[in-house]
């Protein structure tokens, strides 16, 4: 009965179409979204939304009474259309912070008072300045069950005085993250406009199950180290359907620094990266240049890069140690880029002097696949380190094509590595073509 089969066929066929149609794949079931049915608004607590009230008490209030009355199944915290401006505050379990659309929350550029707290661990120091750093305007520390979402309002970090200090080089510590957790699990973060932080956007260090889609995160592209998000010493993190345009990485994923970063010896892992669309002077997808806790488990796909510094960037340092192992990036498509690719060792700043330049980083199990680029100055750079080269860096299906036929810098360059090239144009380094393709791209 050919015809039973064909029909059975076409209907197969239709029904997954319809589903993967409906239902694109994603990641971000690892934390369950949350209906609760407590409400309150922070007008119940005295906010204004005018713009020029000051309402950290107002936050700070609302926040305590979630806290302490602890309602079955967690509060929902209202921030109705209206400018909210106030200081920094915490957050604390089983809430969701949900903003309306038209619903706008401003940090206050109050730089002196801005309170400080201790340096992670696996820094040893402030990331920018020695000594602790100013606390990250919404903060959750050890928390957990807790929802940042809405109809797309804002939080507004109001980045620019950080950004001159900065410049003007009048920092006394390191600049507050728009939003960091800190050893916290099941965080969600959607539907919602991240605006001008004064340094990184979302932070989750030491953390795990953490979702962030549907967000929009925004920043000059000369304001200085506004990176998107970095999943910092943390694992299961699920990043997807977002558009990123900063002045720094789009993604970065870290693991603290140098000596720090080794003695502490926390890894990111599990990291799913999926539909991220946007601009930077410097990296797209980026691993580093902190990874002295390693980095592993990395998949990123479906990003599309427009008017970018380097697309995907992997870099570490002699002193970083730690390792960078099973990285899987595919269907990339970037266009106007200063270097589409670059994995390389001698990329990042020290702590301080007391580094080991014996603590040589592991960089082994790359796969890059289904990579196109127009406008790309520079197809690629893959430069190990002499005495800890870079293995199975496998590439393929890479079209990365130059601005113009008469640019000067080869198409590639690479040193200290090994792997496989399979349909890369144009052509590839020589370091990577005589290898078995089939064996180094399938060690892991
Ligand atoms: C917020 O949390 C930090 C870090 O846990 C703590 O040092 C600070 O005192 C808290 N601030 C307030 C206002 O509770
Ligand atoms: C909010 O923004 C996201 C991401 O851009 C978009 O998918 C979603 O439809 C928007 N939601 C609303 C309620 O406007
Ligand atoms: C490599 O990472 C992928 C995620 O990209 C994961 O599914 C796989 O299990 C990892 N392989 C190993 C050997 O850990």
Redesign the pocket.
């Given at each position: 009965m050919p015809a039973f089969w064909f029909f059975l066929s076409i209907f197969l066929l239709c029904l997954s179409y319809v589903s993967t149609a409906a239902e694109p794949v994603t990641c971000s079931g690892i934390v369950p979204m949350k209906y609760r049915y407590d409400k309150i608004s922070i007008a119940d607590f005295g906010g204004v939304g005018d713009g020029v009230t000051v309402n950290t008490k107002a936050f700070r209030a609302a926040i305590y009474r979630i806290q302490h009355l602890h309602r079955r199944g967690g509060t929902l915290l209202y921030i109705p259309p209206g400018v909210y401006l106030t200081e920094s505050f915490n957050l604390t379990s089983h809430m969701t912070l949900y903003l309306a659309r038209g619903a706008v929350i401003k940090a206050t550029q109050d730089t002196r008072n801005w309170p400080l707290i201790a340096p992670l661990p696996s820094y040893g120091r402030g990331r920018e300045r020695p000594g602790g750093r100013y606390v990250s305007f919404i903060h959750g520390d050890g928390v957990h069950d807790v929802v940042i979402t809405g109809e797309n309002g804002t939080i507004d970090g109001q980045g620019d005085v950080w950004w001159n200090m900065w410049r003007q080089r009048t920092l006394q510590f390191t600049r507050p993250n728009l939003i960091e957790f800190i050893n916290s699990k099941n965080i969600i973060i959607s539907n919602v406009i991240f605006q001008n932080s004064p340094f990184w956007n979302i932070h989750p260090v030491y953390s795990s199950n953490i979702v962030v889609r549907y967000v929009t995160i925004l920043a000059p592209a000369d304001s200085p180290n506004t990176d998107g998000i970095d999943p910092d010493s943390s694992s299961n993190v699920c990043i997807e359907d977002s558009y990123i345009s900063t002045g720094d990485d789009l993604v970065a994923v870290k693991s603290g620094w140098d000596e720090y970063g080794i003695a502490y010896g926390r890894p990111s892992s599990?990291i799913?990266i999926r539909r991220i669309r946007g601009s930077s002077p410097f990296s797209g997808i980026a691993i580093g240049s902190e990874t002295s806790g390693g980095v592993?488990?990395?998949?990123a796909e479906h990003i599309n890069l427009y008017n970018m510094g380097v697309g995907i960037h992997i870099k570490t340092n002699i002193g970083r140690g730690g390792f960078i192992r099973?990285i899987?990036v595919s269907n990339v498509f970037m266009e106007k880029a200063r270097k589409g690719i670059k994995i390389a060792g001698d990329v990042g700043d020290h702590p301080d002097d007391k580094f080991n330049p014996n603590a040589l980083p592991v960089v082994k199990g790359i796969t890059l696949t289904d990579i196109w680029g127009i406008q790309v100055l520079q197809a690629g750079l893959i430069q190990g380190i002499k005495n800890s080269p870079f293995t199975g860096i496998c590439l393929s299906n890479i079209n990365l094509h130059g601005m113009t036929a008469t640019t000067r810098t080869p198409p590639w360059k690479c040193s200290d590595v090994s792997g496989a090239a399979h349909l890369v144009s144009p052509i590839q380094c020589s370091e990577l073509t005589g290898a078995q393709h089939a064996t180094s791209c399938s060690n892991?």
């Open positions: 599990d799913t592993e488990n990395v998949f099973n899987t892991y």
